[in-house]
């Protein structure tokens, strides 16, 4: 059997291939490359995905999550409160608009953070907290502190729900990306801002636009971070099928379940009660993690790591002074998850064959 990759976007490139040349060639031959009917249009269809009323697009997932804190009124003298294990994005974020990035443990099954780290760890001076819905799963947001802003790191949860709820509609606002690999993908950068509150959509409206309210009429500081035209078209093609390949993705999540299950060594993802995960990554735990994952990838087999280095242990963030051992679950996570290939097109043969040489390096 020929190699099978961590995601296969040729695959998912061919569904819609006809209606993105033809969105393409319109956009071409108005030669409007910014903003544009396409753009407001991919918004109201997101926003309804998300059962929120409001979605701004911007240029990537990075500034989705810095430019919702900036319309929080995130600053210099705030802290927000963010999950050691994530994508180094989330932190990114909180330290590029100015405030303190103070990190909070993961739960040691499904690695989304750790409610109690994040109560003991709220304070005053805590501005924001951003929960991580990691690897496609809601994290458990109605349990986090009261009474302080919460921003959705949703980039790997678009379609996730928890208890009924989309993701983009748990916390006050949140923040998502559709780098190409992410369950709802462009071919190049984009992300989007959703919320159901009308001003903070407005302050981000400003903020991606030169903190522009009219052409030439500058009223704050702002960005240039604006979602291309060209990614709206592939992105509300998309969106059309996102329903179905999320349920796709769920099938071979179970598919891989069941395999699994009678392959002792092999920690299966855990998902919490309520939560309907759209399974962006399908991440098991195993012993001896760094030899597994060689003999995976020497056998062809594209599995990955997310995300091997916690945020505290990266050079970037070394200045905020945590040793190691300040995150022992984060870190042994690290340690030991693995993501297997996991993507809508995936077929029962290829989920097998993964499952036959996981078992013999194990
Ligand atoms: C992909 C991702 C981001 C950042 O998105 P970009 O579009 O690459 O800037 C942020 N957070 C998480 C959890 C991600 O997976």
Not at 332 to 337: F, V
Request: net charge negative; with cysteine.
């Amino acid at each position: 059997m020929p190699g099978i990759p961590l995601v296969d976007l040729a695959a998912q490139h061919d569904q819609v291939a006809d209606e993105v040349a033809a969105g393409w060639a319109e956009v071409l031959k108005a030669t409007a490359f910014v903003g544009g009917p396409q753009v407001a249009a991919f918004e109201a269809e997101f926003a309804e995905f998300c059962g929120v009323g409001h979605c701004v697009g911007v240029a990537n997932g990075t500034d989705a999550l810095e430019l919702a804190l900036r319309a929080l009124g995130v600053g210099p003298r705030d802290e927000c409160v963010l999950p050691a294990n994530t994508f180094i994005a989330t932190a990114e974020a909180v330290a590029r608009a100015g405030a303190r990035v103070v990190l909070a443990d993961c739960d040691a099954e499904t690695g989304l953070i750790d409610v109690d780290a994040v109560h003991a760890v709220t304070g005053p001076r805590t501005r924001a907290i951003v929960p991580v819905h990691l690897y496609g799963q809601t994290a458990p947001v109605e349990a986090l502190p009261a009474g302080v802003p919460i921003l959705e790191d949703a980039a790997q949860a678009q379609g996730a729900r928890r208890d009924g709820v989309a993701a983009g509609g748990l916390g006050t606002i949140a923040a998502t990306s559709f780098y190409p690999g992410k369950n709802l993908g462009a071919y190049g950068d984009a992300g989007a801002v959703v919320t159901r509150n009308r001003e903070l959509a407005g302050k981000v409206r400003l903020l991606r636009e030169h903190g522009s309210p009219r052409k030439y009429e500058h009223t704050e500081l702002g960005f240039n971070s604006r979602l291309d035209t060209l990614q709206a078209v592939v992105l509300s093609a998309k969106l059309r099928r996102l329903a179905d390949w999320n349920a796709a993705r769920r099938v071979a999540a179970a598919r891989y379940d069941a395999l699994l299950s009678g392959l002792p060594g092999v920690r299966r993802p855990v998902v919490l009660p309520g939560n309907e995960p759209v399974w962006h990554l399908y991440v098991v735990r195993v012993d001896e993690r760094d030899r597994v994952l060689e003999q995976l990838r020497a056998e062809g087999i594209g599995a990955g790591i997310h995300y091997p280095t916690p945020v505290h242990l990266t050079g970037a963030f070394a200045h905020l002074g945590y040793p190691r051992g300040a995150f022992p679950l984060a870190e042994k996570m690290a340690d030991e998850i693995l993501s297997l290939p996991l993507f809508p097109e995936i077929t029962a043969a290829q989920q097998e064959r993964v499952v036959d040489v996981l078992a013999e390096a194990i």
